[in-house]
């Protein structure tokens, strides 16, 4: 099969810092390319006015704090095109005066015309148009599946809301897609209400690499909490995540020799280690960026790991935490509510709740050695059903069957 992949965000060679996004689209597309199909990617990336890259930091994490969105390096104006793991992908800025704005529909129309051409060059003709996120992605796999006469899908990540439907006229272009995805079962339930659909949207999961579900230790054995407990977050540090949260709670219970990690970046990262000084609290550790086999490492040495974000419509991370036994927390009615059950294979709280964390550790913290190990073994069950291959595999499947209904 030929798939046409359109995605706002795809991670590149040239991302800097805490620009770098979220690989998910690009380990579908591998696994895709392994089991034999031909993979074209267009991300379509933000393009602003040059003058906004010039703003100095602290106005960009401002405004980053106020919208949860980073402003991209300037480098990610250029095209590009390279080659990786099999897949051909294209970067085509897209331009618009600001970010979190929509695209004007001659911006979408243009780089319509700009993706034909560029397939037809190259005697691409897909079989199937896929995109993720509802701006510019939805707009475009409409105008291009129906050109095609290709099947259609679209995954919402948490966008599709009663603030961004008329906004990214998603009523209009949603008429034409056979296949609608979401992130999580609640986010299902809001959208299917919203859009009025008449079919219930498929569940887009995530999932571990294969390499791992292979090799894993079914058996956890190490939450004893005798000598330390390692706390872990991992996640961009924005402010819909709140890690602030999750310091003020750890500072609240942790003993001498316990320890909290912190994984990622972002504009938050000044000032929460200016709070960690300020509340003068010991043993955490800002990490920075790391390699996904080193995060991996990280979580097979840690106990608890807690993100606890808004708006957290689905997160690989609870995955590969759970597939190395960690006691996760995740958000009460979030993307992974429902895959976590509370007390039996992870924990949830709600989102930025300090005192609700803090009790939730406390609780943890009083459950007996053999309660802890049964609720990681129980968390890596469930994470061995959600390999990349697993998921990639079914996520084609849904993508099929819808078109076909």
Same mark, same amino acid.
């Given at each position: 099969?030929?798939?046409?992949?359109?995605?706002?965000?795809?991670?590149?060679?040239?991302?800097?810092?805490?620009?770098?996004?979220? +690989?998910?689209?690009?380990?579908?597309?591998?696994?895709?390319? $392994?089991?034999?199909?031909?993979?074209?990617?267009? +991300?379509?990336?933000?393009?602003?006015?040059?003058?906004?890259?010039?703003?100095?930091?602290?106005?960009?994490?401002?405004?980053?704090?106020?919208?949860?969105?980073?402003?991209? %390096?300037?480098?990610?104006?250029?095209?590009?095109?390279?080659?990786?793991?099999?897949?051909?992908?294209?970067?085509?800025?897209?331009? @618009?005066?600001?970010?979190?704005?929509?695209?004007?529909?001659?911006?979408?129309?243009?780089?319509?015309?700009?993706? $034909?051409?560029?397939? $037809?060059?190259?005697?691409?003709?897909?079989?199937?148009?896929?995109?993720?996120?509802?701006?510019?992605?939805?707009?475009?796999?409409?105008?291009?599946?129906?050109?095609?006469?290709?099947? %259609?899908?679209? /995954?919402? +990540?948490?966008?599709?809301?009663?603030?961004?439907? /008329?906004?990214?006229?998603?009523?209009?272009?949603?008429? @034409?897609?056979?296949?609608?995805?979401?992130?999580?079962?609640?986010?299902?339930?809001?959208?299917?209400?919203?859009? =009025?659909?008449?079919?219930?949207?498929?569940?887009?999961?995530?999932?571990?690499? =294969?390499?791992?579900?292979?090799?894993?230790?079914?058996?956890?054995? @190490?939450?004893?909490?005798?000598?330390? *407990?390692?706390?872990?977050?991992?996640?961009?540090?924005?402010?819909?995540?709140?890690?602030?949260?999750?310091?003020?709670?750890?500072? =609240?219970? %942790?003993?001498?020799?316990?320890?909290? !990690? *912190?994984?990622?970046?972002?504009?938050?990262?000044?000032?929460?280690?200016?709070? /960690?000084?300020?509340?003068?609290?010991?043993?955490?550790?800002?990490?920075?960026?790391?390699?996904?086999?080193?995060?991996?490492?990280?979580?097979?040495?840690?106990?608890?790991?807690?993100?606890?974000?808004?708006?957290?419509?689905?997160?690989?991370?609870?995955?590969?935490?759970?597939?190395?036994?960690?006691?996760?927390?995740?958000?009460? !009615?979030?993307?992974?509510?429902?895959?976590?059950? =509370?007390?039996?294979?992870?924990?949830?709280?709600?989102?930025?709740?300090?005192? $609700?964390?803090?009790?939730?550790?406390?609780?943890?913290?009083?459950?007996?050695?053999?309660?802890?190990?049964?609720?990681?073994?129980?968390?890596?069950?469930?994470?061995?059903?959600? %390999?990349?291959?697993?998921?990639?595999?079914?996520?084609?499947?849904?993508?099929?069957?819808?078109?076909?209904?």
């Amino acid at each position: 099969m030929k798939i046409l992949v359109i995605t706002q965000m795809y991670p590149q060679p040239d991302d800097e810092g805490g620009n770098k996004v979220t +690989h998910t689209v690009e380990y579908f597309a591998k696994e895709w390319v $392994e089991s034999g199909n031909e993979v074209v990617v267009f +991300h379509c990336s933000s393009k602003f006015p040059f003058a906004l890259y010039l703003t100095p930091r602290f106005l960009k994490n401002y405004y980053a704090y106020k919208t949860s969105t980073i402003i991209p %390096s300037i480098k990610s104006r250029k095209k590009l095109y390279r080659e990786n793991l099999g897949i051909k992908i294209h970067r085509i800025p897209m331009f @618009k005066f600001f970010p979190g704005r929509n695209y004007s529909k001659k911006t979408i129309n243009d780089v319509c015309v700009n993706i $034909e051409k560029i397939i $037809e060059q190259n005697g691409f003709i897909p079989d199937l148009v896929l995109g993720h996120f509802a701006n510019p992605s939805l707009e475009i796999v409409s105008i291009l599946s129906e050109k095609y006469k290709a099947m %259609s899908s679209i /995954v919402f +990540h948490g966008d599709c809301n009663e603030k961004t439907i /008329v906004k990214y006229r998603i009523i209009e272009n949603i008429k @034409k897609i056979k296949a609608v995805g979401v992130r999580s079962n609640c986010e299902a339930l809001k959208v299917k209400k919203l859009l =009025n659909l008449q079919f219930d949207p498929f569940v887009c999961c995530s999932g571990v690499p =294969n390499e791992l579900v292979k090799i894993v230790n079914t058996e956890c054995v @190490k939450h004893s909490f005798t000598s330390r *407990i390692k706390y872990l977050y991992v996640g961009s540090i924005i402010a819909r995540k709140h890690l602030d949260s999750v310091i003020i709670a750890f500072s =609240n219970v %942790s003993r001498e020799n316990d320890t909290l !990690e *912190i994984i990622g970046a972002g504009p938050e990262e000044d000032k929460l280690k200016k709070l /960690v000084i300020k509340k003068k609290i010991k043993n955490v550790y800002f990490l920075g960026r790391l390699p996904r086999n080193e995060v991996i490492k990280k979580m097979e040495e840690s106990n608890i790991l807690t993100l606890i974000s808004d708006n957290e419509v689905y997160g690989m991370v609870y995955i590969e935490a759970m597939l190395k036994g960690c006691l996760t927390i995740a958000s009460k !009615e979030g993307g992974f509510d429902g895959i976590i059950r =509370n007390y039996e294979n992870g924990f949830l709280c709600s989102p930025g709740d300090t005192n $609700e964390l803090i009790d939730l550790y406390k609780s943890i913290l009083n459950l007996s050695y053999d309660a802890r190990n049964e609720i990681g073994n129980k968390a890596i069950k469930t994470a061995l059903k959600f %390999s990349e291959k697993d998921v990639a595999n079914n996520y084609l499947k849904d993508i099929v069957e819808c078109n076909r209904r």
